[in-house]
């Protein structure tokens, strides 16, 4: 399996919700307890982990010492820029997607923030991403990819819908069932719940 955590970052802790909107601090030093939690192997429940944060060098490793082979995360120092994080992880999931390696994914991810141009200081920026451990086997895929049949399009207002039609109508519309959200789940609160509506609104 896969871990992905994107959020706010702090040298010694990462920051989740606590389901009324406010921040719940979960210390670096506990995340290895917390993995292993309930494993009769010992062995951490997935094999990939990115931590998307600034300064979550010491995350990832807390995760390269749980056991987990693959884990993408940021330099310790270093502040991660918004614009940077979405091109990297973009191109690099997709390049997953399409059956690449961990490392080749994490290089093309690099390019893609480097030719972004959205990123100030790029070939600053690109240098932020690490993958551990340093001297790990990355030259592996880590998703079952499938072929892809047909990519959706993607209409000028930026929402991206099916080629299928409705049998029932000759129209020109497309069906866009398929990317509307999910029920909502148990726990939903807070402020989420806010974005929930108005997400839900857009893509009806």
């Not at 606590?18 to 917390?34: N, R, S, Y």
């Not at 039609?165 to 609160?189: I, V």
Request: one cysteine or more; charged letters at 20%.
């Amino acid at each position: 399996g896969c871990l992905h955590y994107s959020g706010h970052g702090h040298p010694t802790h990462l920051t989740f919700e606590d389901g009324t909107g406010g921040i719940h601090w979960l210390e670096v030093d506990q995340l290895k307890h917390l993995i292993l939690a309930g494993s009769e192997s010992g062995r951490p429940p997935f094999n990939f982990v990115f931590v998307s944060a600034c300064h979550s060098f010491l995350a990832g490793q807390t995760f390269v010492d749980a056991g987990v082979p693959h884990v993408v995360c940021c330099q310790q120092e270093a502040q991660l820029m918004d614009n940077a994080a979405l091109s990297f992880t973009r191109a690099f999931y997709l390049a997953l997607a399409f059956g690449r390696t961990v490392r080749e994914s994490f290089d093309i991810g690099k390019q893609a923030v480097l030719n972004s141009p959205t990123v100030p200081n790029a070939n600053v920026e690109m240098e932020k991403f690490l993958l551990l451990p340093e001297d790990g086997n990355h030259e592996v895929a880590v998703l079952d990819a499938e072929p892809v049949p047909e990519w959706p399009l993607l209409h000028p207002n930026g929402m991206a819908t099916s080629r299928r039609r409705s049998s029932a109508s000759s129209s020109d519309e497309t069906d866009t069932s398929d990317y509307k959200l999910p029920s909502l789940a148990q726990g939903f609160s807070g402020r989420e719940t806010d974005m929930y509506h108005v997400l839900n609104l857009v893509l009806s």
